[in-house]
């Protein structure tokens, strides 16, 4: 894109490129010009001037190009909101130049596609003047940013007003004088659509009912009112209707599209198809003039192949002038309603189309409950924004795809979570909730798509047993933040008696309550790990193929006793074998995540309806991760290489019975041939590099996913726990209705208050 180093706003293009005119046309303008002159002699001028009867029908007869960009200002507004923000174009000037982003790019290509008939635009001047005055208004408003038909409607501003007139022009002809119209979904032309239809059907209920049936008027409408018939007019005279439309108001495009329409009834009805139809509405529309003298206004003559402007207005104005602002206004309110639920039921669609497109959402969600759930959360939304609270979304750009233009932040995420979720429930589970949303959270920008929303949910709501294991494992691996309360600052102090299998609840209390307060906080990053591959690894999903894959570790996890085992189908042991497939698998947790983890664990259980045999089953399988994840240090042990004439090369009695005790069929390193496994220690050099290192946590202590999972597997409770679906469909009908509840329960206090 090719920036402008220097620039001053300049005058009106029309008076730097004037075109050659007839001697006659001089003349006409000079009396237009008189007649003006004595009008503001008589009613003022600028911002004070009457409008008067007089002053419409000098309107009707067509403004003079010396006075056109003034008088639109006036009629329009924009001089008031030019003088009230003095500076201020300059400065959005400054503010757009040089930026390249998509907006900018689409101004860029539609530069030389305005008015290229015009000696103006085809020179630096006015594609200049143009790139400035779009990119300005883009940078104002990038809501709209740039939308079809602002380079035409632009382009003839330019020539009759000067490049800052320009801009405030067209700021008032796109947020007061056609709203909604300049937008990507063009709500107000299909607003428009809808009330020129009505018109049409209640003043030419013939003609109606023919470009009905060939769908014609839903194809010129747009560009009628999109550009003020500035595209499909010569510009010369579609000046003249801008005039009315900046004089009277959007009620002008009505009266001269039923004008037109009229005009060419006897044509219309004999049309055989749409485009025989569309055919001769343009030849019409091209041979309207203004070559004809304001004296010699009368009705058009049939078959005649010149039309002029004037006559045209002057027949739309007698003949639909009863069509008022407030009648086109209620019109529009019809009419809002079902564009708008016509496009919302059309996003819908789009968004479901995409998202069900997700190989992870389409296993375990339904189109319909995509529907609910996308109705739901834009429910929430709306809610939010309407009381103010909402916060501002992320720019989506168009070429996303739909389920990733939608988004939600971390109090929305909560609040459907707790709603939506199996894990709702407990003690304070707005904490795992956040977790949880961090895990999804790639980019950390504090917002997650509808996709990943409904990816992780999914995953939560109908997944298996090992699924919702992976999550919540995933979840604290990652770095606890700010406001999150799980963070650990303490360490366990080690418990040298052995316990009794009857005192294994206690065991597990004991070890929570002989936490010690210590200053030094270790970190818990997953350093040498990247988040989008344990974000995979927990969706079983992989980047680089199009083969859904499952996380696992180089071997078999500890199993916490001979005759339990962890089955999984036969596509999962297939690409676990796969060592591609292993390497992704998730990395070991230390001792300081674990106590994060089992924490969590706990407090999901709280007022569950056997949460005294759940405790027991939890204190059953922690006391057992405890001791497994306590082998590193064993093996660790175990194998540090030492001379043969060391004193204290023999291994300990602890050490030696410790390994025995867990491999009873394998030798005791040093005393036979010995090779570390994966399953003995999980190849300590893959754990994070920057695993707690504090003296108050045990370095060598860690855990695997499959070592997790093969212990959780061994309590029938936890098992049936975390196995059980969730109907997300129940869940969100209790949800709804927990909310009528709680705001009828509102008004109700408010009314006893009252």
């Known amino acids: 894109m090719r920036a402008d180093m220097s620039w001053e706003p300049g005058r009106s293009l029309a008076t730097q490129f004037g075109a050659q005119r007839s001697g006659d046309a001089l003349v006409l303008e000079a009396e237009k010009e008189l007649q003006w002159e004595s009008h503001f002699a008589d009613y003022g001028r600028g911002i004070c001037t009457y409008r008067t009867s007089k002053a419409q029908e000098l309107v009707l007869k067509g403004i003079p190009d010396s006075l ?54 085809q020179s630096d001047v006015g594609i200049g003047a143009l790139r400035r005055v779009l990119n300005a208004y883009a940078w104002r408003n990038p809501s709209i940013g740039y939308c079809q038909a602002m380079n035409i409607v632009a382009s003839v501003l330019l020539l009759y007003a000067s490049e800052e007139e320009a801009f405030w022009l067209l700021v008032a002809l796109c947020e007061r004088l056609s709203p909604d119209y300049y937008n990507t979904k063009v709500v107000g032309a299909l607003i428009d659509q809808g009330v020129l239809e009505d018109l049409a059907r209640d003043n030419l209920p013939n003609l109606y009912s023919k470009l009905d049936d060939l769908n014609v008027l839903s194809m010129i409408s747009l560009s009628w009112f999109l550009t003020l018939f500035l595209s499909v007019i010569p510009f010369e005279s579609a000046v003249s209707i801008v005039d009315c439309f900046f004089y009277d108001g959007a009620k002008v495009v009505f009266q001269m599209a039923l004008a037109v329409l009229e005009a060419n009834q006897d044509a219309l009805l004999k049309c055989r198809d749409d485009g025989e139809a569309m055919t001769t509405l343009s030849s019409y529309l091209s041979s309207v003039t203004d070559g004809i003298s304001s004296n010699d206004i009368q009705a058009p003559v049939s078959k005649k192949s010149v039309v002029a402007v004037q006559v045209l207005i002057y027949e739309a104005y007698s003949k639909y002038g009863f069509i008022t602002s407030s009648m086109i206004e209620r019109q529009r309110l019809k009419h809002r309603l079902a564009v708008i639920q016509g496009l919302e039921d059309t996003a819908m669609k789009n968004v479901i189309r995409s998202v069900s497109s997700d190989a992870v959402v389409s296993q375990y969600l339904t189109p319909d409950e995509l529907k609910e759930l996308f109705a739901l959360v834009k429910v929430e939304q709306l809610s939010q924004h309407r009381w103010g609270q909402g916060p501002t979304l992320p720019s989506a750009l168009p070429l996303l795809p739909y389920g990733e233009q939608y988004h939600l932040d971390l109090d929305q995420f909560q609040l459907l979570f707790l709603g939506l979720s199996p894990w709702g429930c407990g003690d304070y589970p707005e904490r795992l909730a956040t977790r949880i949303f961090r895990l999804v959270d790639l980019n950390s920008d504090d917002w997650i798509s509808l996709n990943e929303f409904c990816r992780i949910l999914g995953l939560i709501c109908n997944g298996d047993t090992d699924d919702r294991l992976r999550v919540l494992f995933a979840a604290y691996l990652l770095p606890s933040g700010d406001d999150d309360d799980d963070d650990v600052d303490v360490a366990p102090t080690k418990d040298t008696e052995e316990a009794q299998e009857a005192e294994v609840a206690a065991e597990a209390e004991e070890y929570f309550s002989s936490i010690e307060e210590t200053s030094s906080v270790a970190s818990t990053s997953v350093a040498g790990f990247k988040h989008s591959d344990l974000l995979d690894a927990v969706l079983k999903y992989s980047r680089d193929a199009d083969t859904d894959w499952i996380s696992g570790s180089s071997g078999v996890a500890t199993s916490c006793s001979s005759s339990e085992s962890v089955t999984s189908n036969s596509k999962r042991n297939e690409l676990r074998a796969s060592p591609k497939m292993e390497q992704k698998g998730m990395p070991n947790m230390n001792q300081e995540q674990f106590v994060q983890l089992w924490r969590c664990v706990y407090r999901l259980f709280v007022g569950h309806a056997h949460e005294q045999d759940v405790y027991h089953s939890l204190a059953t399988v922690g006391t057992q991760l405890l001791q497994i994840g306590g082998l590193g240090q064993q093996a660790a042990e175990v194998i540090r290489p030492k001379p043969a004439d060391d004193p204290v090369s023999s291994l300990s009695e602890e050490a030696v019975k410790a390994w025995q005790m867990e491999h009873p069929q394998d030798p005791v390193p040093g005393t036979g041939s010995f090779e570390l496994s994966p399953v003995q220690y999980h190849d300590r050099e893959e754990r994070p590099a920057s695993a707690p290192s504090s003296s108050k946590w045990d370095e060598h202590w860690c855990i695997n996913f499959q070592q997790f999972r093969a212990c959780m597997h061994s309590e029938e409770k936890l098992v049936a726990f975390f196995e059980a679906r969730t109907p997300l469909a129940s869940s969100m009908q209790r949800f709804r209705q927990r909310k009528t509840e709680r705001q009828s329960s509102l008004t109700s206090t408010t009314a006893i208050a009252v």
């Open 68 to 121: 056109r960009g003034e008088l639109w200002m006036v009629y329009s507004g924009a001089i008031n909101e030019m003088e009230t923000n003095p500076g201020y174009y300059r400065r959005a000037v400054e503010a757009s130049r040089n930026q390249r982003n998509l907006t900018s790019d689409e101004i860029e290509r539609d530069l030389h596609r305005s008015l290229p008939e015009h000696p103006a635009f």
